[in-house]
């Protein structure tokens, strides 16, 4: 790592401006997209592209294209519409199992034919402790899962450890997707993170991890029929060298544009933006474990000194959203609870909770991960400013690339992310702050207070929505009252293309979902 200097202070009303000056040229030369060849410039990329290793915004992007999972959502209905995926029926025959009938005839992308095994391989691999690679997906989603039951080739057996209110909706979740097991066990668990086998309409031609991933069309998937012939997704990190490439027409399809960098699409004729404050907060991580963070009043002050309408109108022209509490509006009633306010900016109280703290100057290091998290690096700028106003000696530390393994030893402020994996409380909690969490696991998250296991059992298992909605509000209570990590805002980003692309943001799927399948994206003459 190495520190991140700052030469300027009181920055936060003018960081927004910052990305305007100089325009890095991409390439020269225009190339004509053809409808069936879509090329997506990407921020961030990938090191591989298991479907149960990959739980990232980056791996977001890639997954829906190349997998299938059990059961299968309406990209749009909220609430969420279930639909057979690679199972036609499902039923619970016990309170702790899920029977599911498999499709029969599905081809992988390997030539073989899925069935019963391939399903107890690709989810029972995520349950082995020993095997870092699916810890992530593990705890974020199937802690609960105790094993899977071949029946028959085409019948499952879904067993939980106590009764899941919440089995379709994580059976749905893309990291339940199923894989070739006859494939991994050839090539190896590394080998086919780079060469990966799904069921998907489209299979992986060519993908060299971090830089470019290839999709071809998959002739023989037992669906719709694919509508592209070939995506492929290329890294271009910087901003205006994305918005560079997009109206050069060296790729047809953008992500991650800011309000402040829209003007450069918009007066480009032959383009348009869709944009949303989509249900994503970026989040810093307080280490709990480290000494200078024990303290719960000097975690407070932190909060408190962070002025969040500040940062969503420098950073977001005001169309982000600054959070009055860890939820979204997109649970819907009886989960989403709008009478909360918790993130309050009060500078004074800061100080006082600095001083009961017994705060004495000490330095306050903030890693940062430049580029991964759109205009992350302002966003430290400004909050460095707001908190040296009221006494803490801070010092911002860039780290490169992002890994949620990265050594925290000496770091008190890590960056983080948490979308709404789908549209329930633990979407956004269970899918973070489990016990399961690396957060957890690594220490930086300790929740040490007498209720907060018991409340948060109830938010998460409890058979009655009422019942988890109670248990929920008393969990964010309790939350406000830890105060271990800082909620910043809930970012306004765009995606660009080619007017004659018809896209819509999935909202039933996880933010930055990219969906390209059959009825998810269209083209018109022009």
Known sequence: ???????????????????????????????????????????????????????????????????????ERDNYASPLRFMPGLATSWKM????????????????????IMDAQDVKFSL????????????????????????????????????THRPDPLLETLLSARNAGITSREHVEKVGKDKSGL????????????????EVAVLVRHDRFWGEKPPLDRITYTRIPEVAARITALVNREVDFITNVPPDQEGAVSRVKGFKLVGSAAPVFHVWVINMSHPLMASPD??????????????????????????????????????????????????????????????????INIMFFPEYYLYGNYAAVAVADMWKRIGINVKLLQHEPVFS?????????????????????????????SDDSWVTKRGLWKPDHPQWKATYEKARFAPEPKERAAAYRKLLQLSDQ????????????????RDDIDWRVPTAQRPYELTFRAGQISFRSR
């Open 1 to 71: 790592m190495k520190p991140f200097i700052i030469t300027r202070s009181r920055l936060v009303l003018r960081v927004a401006g910052l990305l305007m000056a100089g325009c890095a040229v991409f390439a020269s030369g225009i190339a004509t997209a053809q409808v069936r060849e879509l090329r997506v410039g990407v921020a961030s990329h990938v090191r591989s592209l298991d479907v149960q290793e990959e739980t990232g915004n980056n791996g977001a992007q890639f997954l829906h294209q190349i997998y299938d999972t059990l059961i």
């Open 195 to 210: 060469f990966p086998v799904g069921s998907g309409p489209y299979r992986v031609q060519n993908f060299r991890p971090n």
């Open 298 to 363: 000097m975690r407070k002050a932190l909060n408190l000194a962070v002025d969040r309408e500040a940062l969503v109108k420098a950073l977001w022209n005001g169309r982000g959203i600054a959070p009055k509490a860890h939820q979204f509006k997109e649970y819907g009633a009886p989960m989403y609870m709008p009478d909360l306010d918790f993130y309050r900016y009060d500078p004074k109280q800061a100080q006082a909770l600095l001083k009961k703290a017994g705060y004495k100057g000490e330095t």
């Open 93 to 112: 025959v016990a309170p702790t199992t899920m029977e599911l009938r498999l499709r029969d005839g599905v081809v992988m992308h390997d030539g073989t």
């Open 405 to 433: 393994n990265a050594d925290h030893t000496n770091i008190q402020i890590r960056p983080w992310s948490n979308p709404l994996y789908y549209p329930d409380p633990m979407g956004v909690f269970d899918t973070h702050w």
């Open 124 to 159: 029972e691999r995520m349950l082995d402790p020993k095997e870092p690679r699916y810890s992530s997906t593990r705890g974020r989603f199937f802690y609960n899962l105790k094993s899977v039951e071949v029946v028959d080739r085409l019948t499952v057996r879904v067993h």
């Open 482 to 497: 830890l105060s271990g990590w800082i909620v910043l805002y809930q970012p306004y980003e765009s995606v660009a293309m």
